[in-house]
């Protein structure tokens, strides 16, 4: 007893259970996808809306804010304007920023170099375990002993309160340490074994092997690692904000109490009333933060880009 | 210079180099372990913290950092894993599929700060949420996504393609084949990837300072029933957490002894999250192990 | 009553032979027509008329590259979304190549097992039973008669039963394959499609696989795919040879191995190939 060939036909394309469930899944899982994609361009669009407000309802001048010295939102400066210079801030920003990174630095990628290249065995079995642990330790942890060991120290050493970049170079520096060097460590890892054997059976010593091949050919990944370190100090909040002072004036030195954009956000944010100038200019100062880690992320991206074209 | 002298002397300040940052490390973890872990008692764990006298605990903040813990993973669980299905198993290699990675780039690669204020803004204010473990519960989904998405995603990958056209040459749609075959094995890695993800959403504090609120108001652990204002469960009142209070008898300074108790709640943290590291690591391999003999 | 197309100038061998199976005992279950397939611009398929007697065991057979992975897995739509497959895919009066053909409800008519076994992390029950579970088989002694039935029929029945709740990713590779096998029928297929299910495999594996093989033949209509032309010569009746996205010759596997008409089969399966 077979079927006709217009039987099976109609079995055949009778939607099924599986074609309802995948459609069903698709619908699901592209949902979840959209919220993501819908958080980021809300997140944007608010913070840029709030931030934008300061430049079209307060009409403050967009150059005026980004070379301004003097941050005191309150306050109006001689012409009647408001004193809403951000200057300090970004330039605090970006000082801890590069100190830490350059301090940072040789560190990571001359530990990433030893646990890959020199030991390792003991690199895999101590450091890199030590430094994975380390990269989930909380900013405010960081925070906390920058404010009981680093500030005291800096304090006892150049006088005066201790607060200031250099505090928050040290935090900063020893917060994206481990960061720098797991992420630098597995771009060294991801440089062809053969790449070294050539070079060594080509007479070049080990140093010579690691600095003229492997760091080399690690080169974008290394990159990559630094500036995703930046990217994490410039966006650092509590950690920087407990020992940089916050005094929102141009450092004139490395121990003088400062600011960043960050520790003026999480210190004002709550003091303000919300749409009134003081408040619309610290979603300025947020606007800003948010640009710097899109142009971080486009860093990123050209970076990996340029070393996918090598 | 001779190239083997400048190889020895090289070599040698790369050891320099390694043992300073591993004295580093190691004078960090000391550090926290050894002035905190003195200060860790029972009584510290569990009594509730006071703003003006000596001796307040964590309970109360402990409490707080578990329950938003749960509540953001019970809510970026499955936003997370819908999305790196749809990544991994359907999206086509196109410019949209390009547009939302981007997107959830981005996200990873935002101040914490940014979100949180994104989540007073939107959450606090605009929905009239208040400051409350669901706002902070929010923010913490969004700090959470973008990261557990892509360790979703290497889970995904880390299946053989084979099962899946083992599923599909079986009738079964990809939908099917995902569910039932790929997640099931998947389950060790995702699992690993959950828990450190855990982690970081657990020493968050940046995120929640504007959203979950600074304040910890008494709770009556005998209440149960999440519509009460006092009870544990109860999701719209304020919830400071370990972190958050770390953070702010630091910058408050009218806590007396805010010293030991950040010194202990830092400990605290710092073994909460080699906990879960631990954790992780062991499950996923135990989990493999099952899945794979027995 | 032959049906032959053979191509050729007068006094040189044809550039290609097929002979399509007549026999009326083992009527045609699945054919192509016109098919061809497209991996983007490159065509990989060029010709490829064939049609498959049921409870035979064809066998395609051609260098590495030549098209057999792809023509096989067109037949059951597992190239839908890697390829473009054109032209219609008979089976039993029905072209399954539509676009409104549910490829679901034709997979468990037309199933696949592949070249390396690919057991799932689950209970070798479970590997069986739980595809029939989300198709609404849930009673427990159905399904365990089903999976005992499968894994007899998979000669696998004997050397698992003690030990099914064990994870089927601790099974050797010859009886991971056949625990494929009795998963592929355990959905109760008409067609069983194998692409070169025995090259992963030691040879007493692979004769173990062989004689399972000729025993299913009873229930089911086979097309495997091998690069072992013994193992082609020992358990079909039909051979195909295909080169380069051709198939050349087409015809019963003794004629095919002992009088092949096309140079090129003949090169081959003589082994002066290339
Ligand atoms: N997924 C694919 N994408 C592009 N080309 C493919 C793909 N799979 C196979 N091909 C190409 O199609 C041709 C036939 O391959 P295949 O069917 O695998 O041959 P066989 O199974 O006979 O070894 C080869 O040239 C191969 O490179
Ligand atoms: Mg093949």
Redesign the interface.
Known sequence: MTKSPEQLEQELKRRSKAAKLEIWGRVVSFSALILIVAVVVAIIGFVASKGLATFTTNHVNLWDFLSGKNWNPSLTDAHGKPEVGALSMIVGSFLITVLSAIVATPFAIGTAVFMNEISPNRGAKILQPVTELLVGIPSVVYGFIGLSVVVPFTRSVFGGSGFGILSGTCVLFVMILPTVTSMSADALRAVPRYYREASLALGATQWQTIYKVVLRAATPGLMTAVVFGMARAFGEALAVQMVIGNAALMPHSLVDPAATLTSVLTTGIGNTVMGSLQNNALWSLALVLLLMSLVFNLIIRLIGRKGRLQ | MN??V??KI??G???G??G???L??LA??G??LV?GLPKVSWHFLTTPAKAFLKGGGIGVQLFNSFYLLILAMLISF??????A???Y??AKDNWVTS??RT?????S???????G??G???FV?KLRLGFSILSGAFALT?FN??LL?RSIEDSLHTI?D??R????????????T????IL??AVPSILTGVI?SA??V?????AL??TAGQSAPALNFMDWNPFNISSPLNPMRPAETL??H??KI??EGIMPDA?AI??GS?AV??IA??L??LAARYLGKRLYKR???? | MFMSSDIAKPGTTPERHIVQPTDAQHPTVLSTEGLHVFYGDKEAIYEGDLKFARNQITALIGASGSGKSTFLRSLNRMNDRIATVKGRIMYRGVDINQPDIDVYEMRRRIGMVFQRPNPFAKSIYDNIAFALRLRGVTAKNKLDEIVETSLRQAALWDQVKDELDKSALALSGGQAQRLCIARAIAVKPDVLLLDEPASALDPVSTSQLEDTLLKLKQHYTIIIVTHNMQQAARISEYTAFFNQGRVLEYDTTSQIFTNPQVQVTSDYVSGNFG
């Open positions: 190239s083997k400048q190889n090289a070599i300040v790369l050891y180099i390694a300073v940052v591993v580093i490390l960090l973890v550090y926290i002035s499955p936003i997370a894993l819908g999305a299905i749809y990544l198993e359907y547009v939302v997107a959830i780039e981005i996200l690669s935002l101040p914490s700060v940014v979100v204020l994104f007073f803004l939107f204010v969004f996504l973008p998405t053989d084979k099962q056209e083992g599923g599909l040459a079986l009738g079964l749609s990809r939908w099917e995902v569910t039932r075959v099931p094995a450190l982690g970081r657990f020493g968050e504090a940046a300072i504007y972190a958050v770390i953070w630091n910058s010293k950040s010194s830092s943290l710092v999250i080699l879960f590291n899945l794979t003999s027995a």
